[in-house]
């Protein structure tokens, strides 16, 4: 039996359609990464409008991808139940489906307009990084994305979690690892980073910052998947273990040559529009 403590995953209804908290959580994290990078994009010279406009087609196609790379990674199931590959509203979304293809639409996008498509993902990717951060409390209300077993002690007395936390944990009768928060907190710290070093002038050239995120988040996830429990699996391999160590050995090795080669790339801090007024 759930414990009676969890958070009902059903907001409130409008008009008698339940309106749950993880889209609010989703709806409020695209909110803050359009918000944060369309002031950067003020910031530097160019017009906010274009990550708008962008978001239209990069948020309609992530989710799609998103849905799409779930239904591939499950196909037996959803051959055999071909009306449920639709019905997103039933859970199947994953994240880095989302990320690949709502990325890959970013990028095109930003070259179909003229601009260079690295300094727009420079400037997107630590706010992406944010609202994986946020998202992952969606999760946590909805009771899902967890990890193994664990004992009451471990979550009170190891993690010093908050009590809402510890009986979010409590599912049928067991508690379980909260990895929602682990990938969370390591996402949070991944924008503080992110930020930080993108920030110091001349430190990191266009393009850097995007293989930052290709290294820090798929670093921190290949080992919070291998605690949960409803990977999608690969034969006898974890799909997002196999991707994520995909990406971080590649965006490792692209990272590293760009160094030996920097001079051909512009500095992020020196990549400004035509409406770029210093503030010295």
């Given at each position: 039996?759930?414990?009676i ?11 008698g ?10 709806g409020a994290a ?9 002031r950067?994009f003020r910031?530097k010279?160019?017009?906010?409008e274009?990550?708008?406009?962008s978001a239209?087609?990069t948020?309609?196609?992530g ?13 037996d199931?959803y051959?055999?139940?071909?009306g ?12 880095y489906?989302g990320?690949?293809?709502g990325?890959l ?9 003229k601009?260079d498509?690295?300094?727009v ?5 630590p706010?992406?990084l944010?609202a994986q951060a946020?998202?992952r409390?969606g ?5 899902e ?23 979010g944990?409590?599912?049928?009768g067991a508690?379980y690892?909260?990895t929602?928060?682990y990938?969370?907190v390591?996402?949070?710290l991944?924008?503080?980073v992110?930020l930080f070093v993108?920030s110091r002038n001349?430190?990191l050239?266009i393009?850097?910052t995007?293989?930052l ?6 670093f ?5 998947e ?6 999608l699996?690969?034969?006898?391999f974890r799909?997002?273990?196999v991707?994520?160590a995909v990406l971080?050995?590649g ?11 920097d001079k051909?790339?512009e500095?992020?801090?020196e990549?400004n529009g035509?409406a770029y007024?210093?503030?010295?």
């Amino acid at each position: 039996m759930m414990n009676i403590a969890a958070i009902d995953p059903v907001a409130f209804d409008i008009f008698g359609w339940p309106i749950r908290w993880y889209g609010i959580f989703i709806g409020a994290a695209i909110l803050l990464a359009l918000t944060f990078a369309s002031r950067d994009f003020r910031r530097k010279g160019w017009d906010e409008e274009f990550i708008l406009d962008s978001a239209v087609w990069t948020i309609l196609i992530g989710f799609i991808g998103a849905r799409v790379y779930y239904v591939l990674f499950e196909l037996d199931y959803y051959l055999q139940n071909p009306g449920e590959i639709l019905q997103i509203w039933n859970g199947g979304i994953a994240i880095y489906g989302g990320v690949i293809a709502g990325g890959l639409t970013l990028y095109f996008y930003a070259k179909s307009k003229k601009m260079d498509p690295l300094f727009v993902t420079d400037t997107v990717a630590p706010y992406l990084l944010l609202a994986q951060a946020i998202g992952r409390w969606g999760n946590f209300v909805n009771q899902e994305a967890h990890g193994g077993e664990v004992t009451l002690e471990f979550l009170q007395d190891t993690l010093h979690l908050p009590q809402f936390i510890v009986d979010g944990m409590h599912i049928d009768g067991a508690y379980y690892h909260p990895t929602f928060l682990y990938e969370s907190v390591w996402n949070i710290l991944g924008v503080a980073v992110l930020l930080f070093v993108r920030s110091r002038n001349k430190t990191l050239r266009i393009g850097d910052t995007t293989l930052l995120y290709l290294i820090w988040y798929p670093f921190g996830r290949f080992f919070i998947e291998g605690l949960r429990t409803d990977s999608l699996w690969w034969g006898p391999f974890r799909v997002s273990q196999v991707l994520s160590a995909v990406l971080f050995i590649g965006a490792l090795l692209i990272f590293a040559a760009r160094r030996m080669n920097d001079k051909y790339y512009e500095y992020y801090s020196e990549h400004n529009g035509p409406a770029y007024k210093s503030s010295k």
